[in-house]
Structure formats: structure tokens, C-alpha cells
């Protein structure tokens, strides 16, 4: 008895303190939780019931009301021409460029040129031979099961 209750105290404060540790890398930023192909993760920009991926969260990256889901604010994932687009910070402190969609940006994950948008770079989430982009590693967002995806930091300005 005394094991299923640890567990489920384990199960219950897990979420808790991966929220805060994760909340303290994006600093002075605003934290838009884990870039993550896992529905189930709780701070997952996939899990469509979580505060990160609700199509009606203002801090979710799917909203296309939200400061950083609008395709006409600076900040924002979807607007072409973003300069400001949220930073992608992975678990072992990486920083991945930004996830947005402008393609001219030279940190974008969109631009096939640049250093975070490369099908070749080390450091692209879009290489799928790279541990960043692997369907494989934890560190993965394309990883579907992946408990340590890297982390969205919004600008606040």
C-alpha cells in the first residue's frame, strides 16, 4: 500500500516541478511550454486540452488570437514576416533558434539555409539524423513519446 501511494505522490508532483524548472529557462521571457509531438504531456504545445496547446489559451502557440499564435503579430509562430517569433531552448540547455515562419530570418526554423532550419545542421530540429530531430531522442519535439522536449520562451515586450 505504502508504494502505490508513493508512486501516485510521485505521479502528482512530477508534472509540478517539471513546470517550474522548465518556466526558469526562459528567464525574464514568458514560458509557452514544450514543443513536443506528446498529446499526453501536460505542458506540450500538442496536447490540445493543456494551457500551452488550447486553440483558446492566450499563451498557446495555436491560438490564433494569442500574442504568439496571430498571423499578424511580431511575436508570433505563424506570421511569415515575425522578428520576434519564440525561442526554442532545449533540455540540455541548447539554444535551437526560433520557431517561426519566416523563411529570411537567419534564426528561423523555417529557413532551409540557415543554421536552426538546415536538414544537415546538428542543431536543427528538421535534421532527422540529429538528436534534436530525431523521431527517436528525448530531446526530440518529433519524438512522440519524448519526456524532455525542448522548451518555447516567449519575448514579453
Known sequence: MTTKTILLAAAIALPIVCSS???QVCGN?????????NPFLADSTA?????FGSPYSS??????YSAFGSPFSFT???NPYATSAPKIIAADGQYLGRLSANPYDPDSVSNPYGRYGSPYSPTSINNP???YGSRFSPLSPN????TQAP???GDDD
Not at 499563451?59 to 490564433?64: D, F, R, V
Not at 519524438?143 to 519524448?146: D, G, L, V
Open 29 to 37: 521571457g514568458v514560458f509557452l511550454g514544450q514543443l513536443s509531438a
Open 129 to 131: 539524423y540529429s538528436q
Open 59 to 64: 499563451t498557446s502557440i495555436n491560438n490564433p
Open 21 to 23: 524548472a522548465s518556466a
Open 47 to 51: 496536447n490540445k486540452f493543456g494551457s
Open 143 to 146: 519524438n512522440p513519446y519524448a
Open 151 to 153: 522548451v518555447l520562451c
Open 76 to 78: 508570433s509562430v505563424s
